[in-house]
């Protein structure tokens, strides 16, 4: 819900950039119709990601400028402020805190006043710094460089390792441009007529479309064009989408074919975005909600990718191809082996990132996590009556018997010789284990109420199949 009204209102952004430059209030909603009507907006700009938070204040941002009557350096360091909180959201906001300034800068320089130029460069910089140097601040307390280092380097890592791990990402390229061709056309078209007669336009206007054209020249070419990303892009891109309509106003017959041409490929995107509410994340929410129920807030699991922001994680490791095939390479000395085996989860979310990393982690696994639902493992054995097992116990504490549906059992355990009626402490570390006069099979888990939050079955290997289709 948070991030469907954040979308609504980068949306009224657009709507009041649109009519800071001059565009009547019919225009400057069709302009937001186009929008909407792009497919990687439609179905990106709601998620929770970073990227339609960083989107928000980057418009935010333009806007502030583009209302100006007179830029003055308070405005400038609003502005930058606004850029500098989209940097926070995600350093991929480089790219409009870059194309602002230039905007800014080269709209200054085209009419030949350069001093100008340098100051406003100058205000928007400090803007940008205060959030940054406050939140740097605010989580390393009176040590803040470490945090402005990660904030700084960790992105530029990723930034300098490409995106030769992952393989054939410019297909989302081709396939964005393949689904909204005409509507890229109107925009491309746009921006291109308005660059030929630049040094003609008004000072909002220029600057807004110098901002747009590195913006979307930046992200077109970013050699990581996940689907969602084309969304930093759009929304200014659809600012200049009506351009070519006024370039054919004279050109009675031409104009005619471009509004039917536009009003047939918006028509269609409606249609489209209407089949696309047939996909949803209900298996993701159900997996997220089990998940949830089986962690007290202190507990922690591992999924490599975050799924659960309210409860404790031992790592932020972000199992990507990249790690992916760093774990693989590394083997025992890799950093999610270590992370499983110094500092073990409660829980663990399996996906298809475990399944990569599997057999490398493997004997952190078999004997120390049993499957309770589909694509949850969780601390514990399973037991069968008479059977003597090994169980490499992989967190500390008290420990009880559990039916497959975690109604709590009555039965005796043999631990290394010693018979103990549960709940029981265990230390970690390998543990022979038999399960004595049991009914059947139990679960020896972390001693907990899990009645009623178990599912039999396998797991979903669909759980995130075709999410960038």
């Not at 904030?151 to 081709?174: H, K, Q, S």
Request: a positive charge; charged letters at 15%; aromatic letters at 12%.
């Amino acid at each position: 819900m948070q991030t469907a009204l954040l979308a609504c209102a980068t949306i009224a952004f657009v709507y009041a950039c649109a009519r800071a430059l001059g565009e009547d209030r019919i225009r400057a909603l069709v302009i937001v119709l186009l929008l909407l009507c792009f497919s990687n907006f439609m179905e990106r700009i709601f998620r929770t990601i970073a990227e339609p938070l960083a989107v928000f204040f980057a418009v935010a941002a333009l806007l502030v400028v583009l209302r100006a009557r007179e830029l003055r350096g308070w405005q400038l360091v609003a502005a930058g402020a606004l850029s500098g909180l989209s940097f926070l959201a995600t350093q991929k906001s480089v790219y409009f805190n870059v194309a602002l300034g230039l905007g800014l800068v080269a709209d200054a320089a085209l009419m030949r006043r350069y001093a100008a130029g340098i100051a406003r460069g100058a205000w928007l910089l400090l803007g940008w710094s205060v959030p940054i140097i406050a939140y740097c601040f605010i989580f390393g307390g009176t040590n803040p460089v470490p945090i402005a280092r990660s904030l700084i380097f960790g992105p530029l890592e990723i930034a300098m390792r490409g995106g030769g791990d992952y393989g054939g990402l410019r297909r989302f390229v081709l396939q964005t441009l393949a689904r909204n061709y005409v509507l890229y056309v109107f925009c491309f078209s746009g921006m291109a007529l308005s660059l030929m007669q630049i040094t003609k336009l008004d000072e909002r206007r220029r600057i807004a479309l110098i901002f747009s054209v590195v913006v979307t020249v930046l992200v077109f070419a970013h050699d990581q064009p996940w689907p969602y990303v084309f969304i930093m892009a759009l929304p200014f891109m659809s600012l200049w989408s009506l351009t070519l309509l006024d370039g054919l106003a004279t050109r009675v017959r031409y104009l005619r074919v471009a509004w039917i041409a536009l009003a047939t490929a918006m028509a269609i995107s409606f249609v489209v975005n209407l089949l696309y509410l047939r996909f949803d994340n209900a298996a993701q929410l159900e997996l997220v909600a089990r998940a949830e129920s089986l962690l007290a807030p202190d507990e922690r699991y591992f999924d490599g990718i975050g799924m659960l922001p309210n409860r404790m994680e031992p790592t932020t490791l972000w199992l990507d191809k990249h790690y992916v095939l760093a774990t693989l390479r590394e083997g025992k000395n890799s950093a999610a082996y270590n992370v499983l085996g110094k500092s073990p989860p409660k829980l663990i979310l399996w996906s298809y990132r475990m399944d990569y990393i599997y057999p490398v982690v493997a004997p952190l696994i078999v004997n120390s996590y049993v499957r309770v639902a589909p694509n949850l493992r969780i601390a514990g054995f399973r037991l069968h009556p008479g059977e003597r097992k090994i169980f490499e116990v992989p967190i500390a504490g008290s420990y009880a018997l559990y039916s497959a549906d975690g109604t709590p059992l009555r039965g005796e355990v043999e631990i290394d010789g010693a018979v103990l009626d549960p709940p029981f402490n265990l230390t970690t570390g390998p543990k022979t284990v038999t399960l004595r006069n049991g009914a059947g099979e139990a679960l020896l888990l972390p001693a907990g109420s899990y009645a009623g939050h178990f599912k039999a079955g396998g797991d979903n290997d669909l759980l995130f199949d075709g999410v960038y289709d």
